[in-house]
Every structure is written in C-alpha cells, then in structure tokens.
C-alpha cells in the first residue's frame, strides 16, 4: 500500500501560481491537484486552502476556476504602517508596523502618495515624515519598482521620533560609546563624537540619530535625547517604554480635567447599595472594577437555576467623548503591566478613586443581570445603569481559601451568605462551559517578584485556583450578553474576535505533533475540541508544556474589530470586551453603546459615530495592545537578564522551544528565560536545518536537535539591556542517518562538553513569539 502524499505548503502552491503566471497562464484547481498528486481527502484540504489564499488576496479568482496570482505579502485596505525612509525620488517609503518577518517573510515596501495630488480634495492627506506612524488607504500595485502597495495617509498617528535608543557610555575624551537595547544589534556599536553627546552621562538611556553609517565599523551617532538613567534595574521598563513609542506622562489638560471631575450623582440610576456584591482581584491589585454576586432563582419555572449579577465601574459617566481623557485614552488604547510599574489608560483619579469599586463607598456601575438555567445556559439578561456599594474586597487566595472551609475574619461572615452561593452559581455554569468546549491550554504564567531596589528576587509560578476560573467565566457570560444586547439593538461596537489557525500553521503543527508519533486528525471544520483532544493525549507526559506552547502558537491573534467574524478560542459566535473599561479603551466604547442603546444617559455613543470611525479605532487599540505586550515581553526578558548576569558559567536545564537556519532557541526550566545557541557553536559539523522535522542535523555525524528535545546548558553570555542570553550545549543530540530525518535515539547529558564561543553579533534570528 502506497503512502500518502504529502500536503504542499502554502508557499509551494503560490509558487506553482506564480509559475503558471510567469509562463502567460492561469492555474485551474485541477491542474494544481494534479501537480502536487492530491486526490480524495487532498483535494477537500486544497480547496479549503485556496479559500483562504483568495480571502487574503494573494490570488485572484476570475470565476472561471483559474487562479491568477497576486504578489505575496497581501495587506488588509487599511494599515497601520511606520514611514521608513525616501526612495532616491524623495518619496516617502514605509513598511506595516506590526511584521514578523520570521513568520511572514519580507516586509511588503509601500510608496506614500504625494499630498499635493489631493490638493483638490476636501479631505487632504496629512504631511507625513520619516519616523511617523501612520494610518494607511493601501491600493495594491503590479510590481512598480518593487513596491507592492502604495498608501494615502488617512491619519498620522504619532510623530517620529528617533527610535535607535541605547546605553551611554562615557568615554575620557569626552565622547562616547552607544551599546544598542536591541538583540539583533548586539555587538554593532556607535560612536558619539564630542560635542553630540547632550551632556548624557554613563549609564543614561539615551536616544540617538545615526550619521554616517557603514557596513564596516561603528557608526556616527548624534544624542537626541536623554531618557534618564538605568543604572538599577527598577528603570529597565524605561527601555521598552521609549523604544515602543507608549506614552507614560498625561498631559496637564487631561490631569487637570480628572481633577476636576466630581462624583457622579444617583439621577438616573437604580439604587442597588443593597445587593451584597463584591470584588475578587489579586492581592496587590490597586483598582477594582468588576463586583460580581449570585443567588438562587425564586422564578418557580427556573428550577435549579441562578441569577449572576456582574457589575462594572462606569467610566463612560466620567470620560466623555471628544474630551482630554477620551483622547489620550484612545492614543493609549490600554494600561501596560510592567514588573515595577503600570502604565495606565487613565489617570489615577478616574482609576484608583472614583472608577474603583471600593467596600462600603458608593459607586455608579454598568450592571447586567444573568439569569442561568441550571444547565448553566442562559434564560435571560438584562443591562441597568446602577448605584452599588461593595459588600467586601477580597483576593482570590481569600476566597479560595473560604470555599475550601477556610475562612478568615473578613470572609467568615459572607461565606455561607455570598460565596458559596457564587461557588454554585459557578458549577452551573461551568457546565454550560464544558458543553461549548473552549480551547483549554494549560500554560502557567511566570510571575517576578521584585526587591525593594527593583532587582529580581525569585520568580514564581503562580497557583490557578478555581476562584481565578469562577470570575472568568463570569466576565465571558458577561462580555457575550454585551454582544448580543447591541446587536439586538442594531448598535455599532467594537468586537473582541479571533480567527481560526491559517493552515499553514495547522501543517507546520502536524509536523510537530508527527515527530513524537501523534498523527492531527484532518477535519472539515477546525474546531477548539480538536485541540484539546491533542492536549489530553499527551497529559501529563513530559511533552505536556511544550505541546500546549506549540498549540498557543498555533493560534491566529486576537483582535477588536468593528464587524464581527466571532471568537474561536472560545468558541463564541459574538463576543465584545465589556468588564474592564478603566484599562481597555474597547470597553469604554462598549460601555457607551450600551448606555445609548438603553437611553440610558447622554453620555453614551454618539449617534453620529460611523462604522469607519470605529474600523479606525480598533486599528489603533488593536496595534495598542500587539505594542503592550511587546514591551512587557521584552521587559521581563531584561530583568530575567539581569537575574541571570551574574550566573554566567553555571548550567541549566531546558527545552528546544525553537530552530532555525541561524541556531537554537531554549526556555530554561523554573525561571522560563528564553536564550539562543548559535548554529556555529553546535559542534565540529556543518548542520543542517531540516524545515519539516524542525531540525538542526549534522551532515556527517547525523547528530541532531528537534524543537521541543530537552537539553543541558550552560550560560556563556548575558546582556542584560538587550534581554539576551546566549548558552552552549552541554548535552548530545539525537542520531540519525546522515542526510534523513525521522525517529532518533536520545543519548544522555555529557558536561564539560567544548565548543566555539561567539559573540551576540553573530547570532542571527529572531526569538519565537507567542500570540494570544
């Protein structure tokens, strides 16, 4: 019996594409089924493929069952982009702002269409510069010049600034050196002549513009501004802040607007200060916007039934549209997280005073009122603009602990009466959840814990306590009935969606789940169960982290959008963030229609908001949110760095976590540091980097490293302000044939084991993401 043949990629089909274009014609389905030997279950795969291909326009469909290939790289009608540089015709150049050329290739280059061709038009494009982020009408091109899309500028987004940020390093002389903060700059400094250095002192932050560039040698650089100093590690979130452009200062017309707000009256409000709800955050949490509480239903036709009321500060009845607050909150799109501090979306007065839900004060809220069956599905709900006053605060650890039988002073009163009611309400629930199934990945969050001076202590796993479940599955009912309430009211909003994985992503994981012996079952419709099928079989083995790592990856991003195409992960047809409007700006703009929707106040959504206004808005929150967690993953990558700096020399176990052409990526155990193993270093061969079985291979000894293999290492290399880690292998690799991939025998941890010892300026790559 033959073997299968298999699946072509993505690429390989737009190359045949592209081919055929080349040669003068078009390519039928059957021609490319027959090119690549798929028949049966293959063409049904191919055609699902080809779907997606033509909805990203990367081919055209002409309706006569030919294929006609567009350029690669296709881009959504409107774009987020950064102006790069000037071509030699001086027009502006710029690329997509979020890319990840490991994933997507090279990034599409865009022609900036002149302003004065729009002189005539009422609406004429802003002036646009080097540097600035700008929101873009794309209209594709055929190949002009090499650009593949050129963009009119709706909207500039944020002036440039110098983005080259570094370290200063004073020199005798006067002038100074520039040590980059970015991985793939290590090792390429820059000099700064006397005279240019803005009077920074050594250790400052500082921003620069480069002069002079060349391929061999430093570069010239110029200070532009300086930033402060990092000399402890509590300023290294400065770093991520800076260089991803987040603003951390409020203007004194939005400071003083917050002032200047006062308490919000009880007209128009339903006076619930009666209702005992209350709030369950982590411990050191200083705003608390979200009050749940539940009963049993008294409506004899609800047997078994709850009544689940969540109630959310209202910030809408603070932050109008078109004032101050409302504006610096929508360039800030959502608080930031950092170690040593937070960013946040609004100032303290709106967060931490008035919008926090504080026991025993009274508070204005937005509150929906679930009425569960006891299958956990919803009978009805209802939303009502109250006045509420907390019954109690508590920490999930506090309530968990309650639940269990193990109250303290503050919980003693209000278990048998508040928790163990939200308790049942939630294995009701729970139920309806479990017959939805979700996608359940099992991924533990690392959590730093800081000293006094700023520097890592420890890091820690926190425990996931059934308290932190109870008010999750709260805010999702929640955020669905927000959803469907607007819907039904023929209401703008934003949505929160995620697509389903591409299929290339789905292969790449068949490849993975292929090489510990774990065959992806083919389905016609991708689902979340059939993820979580995956992640049962291999419960508890040893590949349980690295396989749910794998699955997380495998996953589309989500995004806030205007018009709905639903929630895959959580396996919802309409689903909108409505729980947390102090530090997502989505949240407040539900709240607002909602609040229109129910006649409910005149500061709700304007009724003269359009759906390309709110197109452009999740844009921007959605490009706010990819920035955020850049800049919080890059900043515990440096403190981690910092941690480690000091330990250069010892040894460490982990995990392959990624391959490529360049070198290994490995996630130690325990603290989860991410660091990379250059190719070069990897033993006295030339290896090979086998794509299909993530593999790097040596051709004459056949030893290898597969993604996912456990190793020993040692750290040789720690830069601390660029988050970098650089180790050597300690341990031996797998065998096989030289020149094949498949099954490979493990040999077990050698130490003391001798290889090359080069620098970070010779690893190339990048760091694999993850994407939620």
């Known amino acids: 019996m033959s073997s299968p043949v298999p699946e072509p990629s993505r690429e390989a089909i737009l190359d045949f594409i592209e081919t055929e274009r080349a040669a003068g014609r078009d390519a039928s389905r059957r ?3 027959r090119a690549f030997g798929l028949s049966g279950g293959g063409k049904i795969w191919l055609k699902r493929l080809l779907k997606e291909i033509e909805e990203d326009q990367a081919v055209d469909a002409p309706g006569n069952g030919t294929l006609a290939a567009h350029p690669r790289g296709a881009l959504p009608p409107v774009l987020l982009s950064e102006i790069k540089s000037k071509d030699r015709d001086g027009d502006l150049v710029a690329a997509p702002l979020e890319w990840n050329e490991a994933d997507q290739g090279v990034a599409p280059r865009i022609l900036i269409e002149r302003a004065r061709e729009f002189r005539a038009k009422r609406n004429a494009a802003p002036a646009a510069g080097v540097g600035d982020q700008v929101l873009l009408k794309l209209t594709r091109l055929k190949g002009v010049d090499g650009f593949t899309y050129s963009g009119r500028v709706l909207k500039i987004m944020g002036k440039g600034k110098a983005q080259v940020l570094g370290i200063f390093r004073a020199l005798p002389d006067g002038s100074g050196r520039l040590i980059p903060i970015d991985k793939k700059a290590q090792g390429r400094e820059a000099l700064i002549p006397k005279g240019r250095t803005a009077e920074a002192q050594d250790g400052d932050l500082v921003s620069v513009t480069l002069r002079n560039e060349t391929r061999f040698g430093p570069s010239e650089a110029h200070v532009r501004e300086r930033l402060g100093s990092i000399k402890s590690e509590r300023a290294v979130s400065l770093i991520a802040i800076h260089a991803h452009g987040i603003p951390n200062v409020f203007s004194p017309a939005t400071i003083a607007e917050a002032d200047a707000v006062r308490p919000a009256g009880t007209a128009g409000r339903e006076d619930w200060r ?12 200083k705003d608390h916007d979200d009050a749940v509480h539940a009963a049993p239903d008294a409506d004899p036709d609800n047997p078994g039934g709850y009544v689940v009321t969540v109630a959310i500060a209202d910030v809408a009845a603070y932050v109008r549209p078109g004032s101050s607050l409302d504006r610096e909150a929508l360039e800030r799109g959502n608080s930031v997280y950092f170690p040593d501090r937070v960013v946040p979306m609004l100032p303290e007065r709106i967060s931490n005073d008035l919008c926090s839900l504080r026991g025993g004060e009274d508070r204005p809220a937005l509150a929906v009122r679930l009425v569960l069956k006891s299958d956990g599905s919803k009978k009805t709900h209802s939303f009502h603009r109250i006045l509420m006053r907390s019954a109690a605060k508590l920490s999930y650890q506090q309530a968990q602990a309650a639940i269990d039988g193990k109250p303290d002073e503050t919980t ?10 939200l308790w049942a309400a939630y294995g009701i629930a729970s139920r309806a959840r479990d017959a939805r199934q979700p996608l359940d990945l099992d991924l533990p969050e690392r959590k730093l814990v800081l000293k006094p001076d700023g520097a890592v202590d420890r890091v820690i796993v926190p425990e996931r306590l059934a308290a932190h479940k109870l008010i999750e599955e709260f805010m999702i009912l929640a955020n669905v009935a927000a959803a469907e309430t607007l819907e039904k009211a023929g209401s703008l909003l934003i949505y929160r969606c995620h697509d389903e994985p591409s299929l290339e992503k789905m292969r790449a994981l068949g490849e993975v789940l292929a090489s510990i012996g774990i065959k992806l079952p083919k389905e016609a419709a991708l689902r979340p169960v059939l993820f979580n099928r995956i992640l049962a079989m291999i419960k508890g083995s040893e590949n ?4 749910n790592e794998v699955v997380l990856r495998t996953q589309a991003q989500a995004e806030y959008v205007a018009e709905n195409y639903g929630h895959f992960g959580l396996n919802l047809r309409r689903y909108a963030h409505f729980t947390s409007p102090i530090r997502r700006y989505a949240d407040l703009i539900v709240h607002r229609a909602l609040i229109t929707a129910m006649r409910a106040g005149d500061d709700g959504l304007p009724k003269t908001t359009t759906l390309a206004e709110l197109r452009e808005v999740s844009t921007r929150i959605s490009a706010a949110e990819r920035r955020a967690m850049a800049a919080e993953r890059e900043t515990t990558d440096r403190l981690i760095a910092h941690f480690l700096a000091d330990q250069i020399g010892s040894s460490f176990d982990g995990r392959i976590g990624g391959v490529n052409r360049a070198g290994l990526f490995v996630k130690l ?12 270093t990897l033993g006295a061969d030339y290896y090979r980097y086998d794509e299909a079985a993530h593999a790097m291979i040596g051709e004459r000894s056949g030893e290898s490293w597969r993604l996912g293999d456990r190793v020993h290492v040692r750290l040789v290399e720690a830069a601390p302000v660029a988050g970098a880690l650089r180790f050597e292998l300690l341990s031996e690799g797998r ?31 990048k760091k694999p993401g993850k994407r939620r």
């Open 544 to 547: 349980e982290l690295f396989l």
């Open 735 to 765: 065998h096989v044939t030289p020149g094949r991939s498949g099954n490979r025998s493990a040999r077990p941890p050698i130490s003391g084991r001798a290889r090359a010892k080069p620098s970070f300026g010779k690893a190339g790559g």
């Open 31 to 33: 021609e490319i089924a």
């Open 274 to 285: 009666d209702l005992p709800l209350i709030t369950i955050d982590p411990a050191d949490a």
């Open 412 to 421: 003693s009163p209000i278990r048998n009466t508040i928790l163990m009611p």
């Open 669 to 680: 155990d325990g603290t989860g540091a991410d660091g990379f193993i250059p190719a070069s």
